[in-house]
């Protein structure tokens, strides 16, 4: 058995499409190997700054000889039908075809072409110039005078069967053997057989550590020994290492150490800007769990001065980032919230909805109504909506868009805890005093602000987390927002940008979610959730859509709260499954109309454990007997049943007996839910399973009284009746 | 191929440019002398954006000063001016071993690859007043970016085809790093032996202050209104006139006018993006217009 190698060597392949790339190269050779009918062993594929390669084994010389059949008319038909089927198969004489019998057709010719295998060399080599030149990147260009289209210049192409070099050209560049290292360290170019020898080769002569994998735990383990050396800690983030991995060839970990005067800054800031701006690892105290005055740099050589120079140049760059990044701190404290939240009215929030300044006002307006909802004070609400968008005009913000809210929050509390914020004891309560912790404990009074006007310490914190909160939850695993102010903020926010999409119908279609509905709407599924917000979606989707109506003066051309209410019932569904409730219990209680989210997650949670039950499985078995039979009869009739039972016309105990027992279950069952106490009417309708097992086991139902029937059919609805009042069992799998 | 090695350092900033602009005449570029006009960008020069475009070869390199009005301040700030200079290279069609001509050219104003890292880090440039994008990197020494490296796609709106390579060194930046020096000012400008050493803030401060008075309190906006309809309307006429030249001449005076406007603070978000396409019409109006030529001519 033989083996393929294939590498595309170019210039610095962007470290974000370099995985995608490595899939996308091994896919298009399997499958064009496929295609050729090969069939193949192992596959590895590989990736880094400089190359993409695949290595294929237990490939044959050459493809299997293949026999193509290919139908032909039948012994009779015409001569002009036969000629036709004779120039389709390449055939001179319809002597060269065979003739085939078939019971129901009978006698047709059949042309047979034996397509012998080719060799492997020529597959290759007509299938790689074929791929490289499809090869989709997210962005290409062509350069020189080539036409060809990469990701960056395409330098070399080793491609290697069997041993031996797959000769073939792509636009004046000829394929080879040799492979090329480490710019610096090992450069060569080396001629290279197999992968083996190629993954060697590259490994201790060229300095490349080739598979992506090895670079990441390379990685990791040299951070991690480097930090724990200096008795610091790595600050993970899985992102930056992939993206670092893609970005050396020979990665060689450095601790850096930066002015500790930076740490004044609040750590996001200082972790931003190593991230993003330096792609740097933040470093820890593992005692106090802050950050140390360190950083982790991979470089991508082996420096003859041990490293010295890289860690001093790139403290230096990153004192340089962090001075100005100090510089829009300090500017942005000395400005009042109140004063950017001015600038707002500068900025289109979306040109139909307005500016920024007028959604601060509606989300206000909302939030103030949603608050007592939530258990918050409702001038605290208005106050932090009011504020909470001011960030964006800071300078801090727009250097650093991720830090939006973050800044605010530090802002608020920055300007608003000066020294002569009245303490909570001397006040008379208008809200709690217990401490809501916040990130930075206090600061110097830096500008006067209204912010702090009659507010207490503990008021002024619970401002600043509603500003830091309100855009949470900003994807699945991120936390959402617990305290009631920046709950009532939060979910006025997206409650507004979704009402006001809705009604510009601006809606996701598809995969197109350009402006994140789908994730503000699973973000209000789980603020309620979360926090078991009590709220009837239907009443507080009015709310945002009146304040549209006499704030913006938007016109609502069709009323788009349903069509909301079955987006959210959407994104609710959606949460419930990803926390592994059953499908068919969520649709069975959505059929009910609830449109409390909390209910509505109660009801499937005591559905599914009543289901768990041996009452619960054949009550659910009763009731598929009953809805069965009503099917059935309707179907016959042509018609539903209606009315109500009539006592009198019970002919058996066992009908009498389920009646009464359908009367008291219900009463009780009502009862129990006015309460919310799901369990009880659930246990109060289980009490209807020895009724309605004892009714189908000697009642007949198809009584040929047709009086008799007709009443015995009501029964069943009324069975059928009781029961959706906890769900609608019909949707009930089982 | 032996691992590179590099050069002792620069004696002083100019003589970084020197041993630039000697390496690259050795690559057979033209050397040009800076650009007369107040440009923002070493890419504006007409040697670089109206050269990448047309059929013919071209290698070319030069300094070019920049103005950025908004960058200015005070000289007050070690990192930022509102006055400095790019090296500029243009290779068209990029050869094949550009990487490495430009790695060359680091190693030659006494960057050790052996000590240093240098990395391409990806980075799109794009300058939508020139309808002009392309692909490439930002080059970066020890995680400071020093150079930025683009294979130009398009120009005016147009596809280029030969593709040029085109290199910008910040020299003050680079100059920094070479000499260690955290403060501009205190870059040694000619050599610190010679008889009268100067540093850039002997030669540039005083015009830093100035200059920032100009770009912040002092720009007359209202003159500098009429002036950008003076300008528009004049590059139109060229254009018109098939002068394509000076018809981008007078865009980029525009465009300038158009900085000082903004610097000043003195447009609203609004008018500031009418303002960008007004110059942006007249720029891709005089590069069209010059692709077109220059097929015309090589015709």
């Not at chain 1, 060799?119 to 989709?136: C, K, Y």
């Amino acid at each position: 058995m033989a083996e393929l190698l294939l590498e595309l060597f170019s210039e610095e392949i962007p470290a974000r499409m370099q995985a995608k790339a490595e899939a996308d190269l091994r896919d298009a050779l399997t499958k064009g190997l496929a295609e050729a009918g090969v069939e193949y062993g192992d596959v590895v594929a590989l990736s880094g700054p400089r190359r993409l390669a695949v290595a294929i084994s237990g490939l044959p010389e050459k493809s299997a000889d293949v026999s193509e059949e290919k139908k032909g008319p039948k012994v009779d038909a015409p001569e002009k039908a036969i000629e036709g089927f004779l120039r389709g198969a390449g055939l001179t004489s319809i002597d060269q075809a065979q003739v085939r019998s078939d019971p129901k057709k009978g006698d047709f010719y059949v042309a047979i072409r034996e397509i012998p295998g080719r060799p492997l060399e020529d597959i290759i080599a007509g299938l790689v110039p074929d791929i490289v030149r499809g090869f989709h990147w997210p962005k290409s260009m062509r350069w020189g005078r080539g036409e060809l289209r990469w990701v960056r210049p395409l330098q070399r192409i080793l491609c290697v069967f069997d041993g031996k070099t797959v000769e073939f050209e792509i636009d004046g560049l000829k394929s080879s053997n040799e492979t090329e290292g480490h710019r610096v360290h090992g450069r060569g170019p080396f001629k290279v057989s197999s992968y083996a020898e190629y993954k060697e080769t590259l490994q201790e002569n060229g300095f490349v550590a080739i598979a992506r994998e090895d670079r990441r735990l390379l990685i990791e383990d040299q951070a991690h020994m480097v930090c724990a050396q200096a008795g610091l800690e790595l600050v993970e983030d899985k992102g930056l290492l992939e993206e670092v991995t893609g970005l050396a060839e020979w990665p060689v970990v450095i601790l850096g150490e930066m002015d500790p005067a930076f740490l004044s800054l609040p750590p996001e800031v200082v972790q931003l800007s190593m991230r993003t701006h330096q792609k740097y690892f933040a470093v820890r105290n593992p005692e106090t769990g802050e950050l140390a005055s360190n950083f982790v740099v991979v470089a991508n050589i082996e420096a003859s001065d041990g490293g010295k120079s890289i860690a001093e140049g790139n403290a230096r760059v990153l004192s340089a980032r962090l001075d100005d990044a100090r510089f829009f701190w300090e500017q942005d404290k000395a400005t009042p919230l109140e004063k950017m939240a001015e600038k707002l009215a500068t900025i289109d929030f979306k040109k139909e909805l307005g500016t920024i300044a007028d959604k601060v006002e509606r989300v206000a307006a909302l939030a103030r109504e949603l608050a007592p909802k939530v258990g918050a004070n409702s001038d605290l609400a208005e106050r932090a909506a009011r504020l909470a968008k001011a960030d964006l005009v800071s300078g801090m913000v727009g250097e650093f868009p991720e830090l939006q809210g973050v800044m605010g929050a530090y802002y608020a509390l920055e300007q608003g805890l000066g020294n002569d914020v009245i303490p909570d004891a001397q006040r008379s309560g208008t809200q709690s005093s217990e401490d809501t912790g916040s990130r930075i404990s206090s600061g110097e009074l830096s500008g006067m602000t209204n912010l702090q006007a009659g507010l207490s310490e503990a008021g002024v914190r619970k401002i600043a987390d509603a500003i830091g909160d309100h855009y949470k939850p900003q994807g699945p695993s991120d936390a959402v927002p617990t305290e009631p102010v920046a709950i009532a903020v939060a979910l006025a926010d997206k409650l507004d940008t979704l009402v006001g999409f809705w009604a510009i119908d601006e809606k996701p279609t598809g995969s197109k979610d350009p402006f994140a509905l789908r994730r503000a709407a699973l973000g209000v599924v789980r603020i309620i959730l979360e926090n078991e917000v009590r709220l009837k979606m239907l009443d507080e989707l009015a709310v945002p859509r009146t304040i549209f109506v006499t704030r913006q003066h938007l016109r609502f051309e069709t009323n788009p709260i349903d069509d909301l209410l079955s987006f959210f019932a959407d994104r609710l569904k959606q949460y419930l499954r990803d926390q592994g409730a059953r499908h068919d219990l969520i649709d069975a209680v959505f059929a009910l109309g609830e449109d409390d989210l909390v209910l509505i997650v109660k009801r499937v949670e005591a559905l599914a454990a009543f289901l768990e039950t041996e009452d619960g499985a054949n009550l659910l078995a009763g009731y598929k007997r009953a809805a069965n039979i009503l099917k059935a009869e309707e179907k016959k009739d042509g018609a539903a049943v209606e009315g109500n039972v009539d006592a009198s016309l019970f002919a058996q105990d066992e009908e009498r007996a389920l009646h009464t027992a359908i009367e008291t279950a219900v009463s009780r069952a009502d009862a129990a839910l006015a309460a919310e106490d799901f369990e009880a009417a659930m246990a109060a309708l289980a009490e209807l399973r020895g009724p309605v097992d004892a009714f189908f086991d000697s009642v007949t139902v198809n009584a040929d009284d047709e009086k008799l029937r007709a009443n015995r059919l009501r029964l069943l609805t009324s069975i059928r009746a009781a029961l959706f009042r906890v769900a609608d069992f019909s949707k009930i799998a089982g | 191929m032996t691992a590179p090695v590099a050069r002792e350092k620069p004696a002083s900033f100019q003589d970084l440019i020197l041993r630039l602009q000697a390496y690259w005449a050795a690559q057979g570029c033209a050397i040009l002398q800076p650009y007369d006009m107040e440009v923002g960008a070493g890419t504006l020069h007409p040697a670089t954006v109206l050269r990448a475009l047309g059929p013919k070869d071209w290698r070319a390199a030069y300094v070019q000063p920049s103005r950025r009005p908004a960058d200015a301040r005070y000289g007050e700030n070690p990192n930022r001016l509102g006055h400095y200079y790019q090296f500029q290279v243009i290779l068209k069609p990029n050869p094949a071993d550009l990487q490495d001509l430009y790695l060359n050219s680091l190693y030659e104003i006494g960057i050790d690859p052996m000590v240093h890292d240098i990395r391409f880090v990806e980075d799109d440039w794009e300058n939508p007043t020139v309808g002009a994008w392309g692909l490439g990197w930002e080059v970066w020494c020890d995680g400071m970016e020093v150079s930025q490296y683009t294979y130009f796609q398009q120009v005016g709106g147009l596809d280029v085809f030969p593709v040029s390579g085109e290199l910008t060194y910040g020299l003050e930046r680079l100059a920094m790093y070479v000499f260690g020096v955290d403060n501009v000012y205190n870059l040694p400008f000619n050599d610190p032996a010679s008889q009268t050493p100067l540093s850039y803030g002997d030669v540039f401060l005083q015009n830093e202050i100035e200059q920032s008075a100009l770009n912040f309190e002092l720009a007359d906006v209202e003159m500098l209104q009429t002036w950008f309809s003076g300008c528009e309307k004049q590059s139109k006429t060229l254009r018109d006139a098939g002068k394509p030249l000076p018809a981008y001449d007078y865009a980029l005076k525009a465009s300038h006018v158009f900085n000082l406007i903004d610097a000043r603070g003195a447009i609203s978000p609004t008018e500031r993006q009418a303002f960008i396409a007004r110059v942006r019409d007249l720029a891709r109006g005089a590069a069209e217009l010059w692709a077109k030529q220059e097929e015309e001519r090589a015709a």
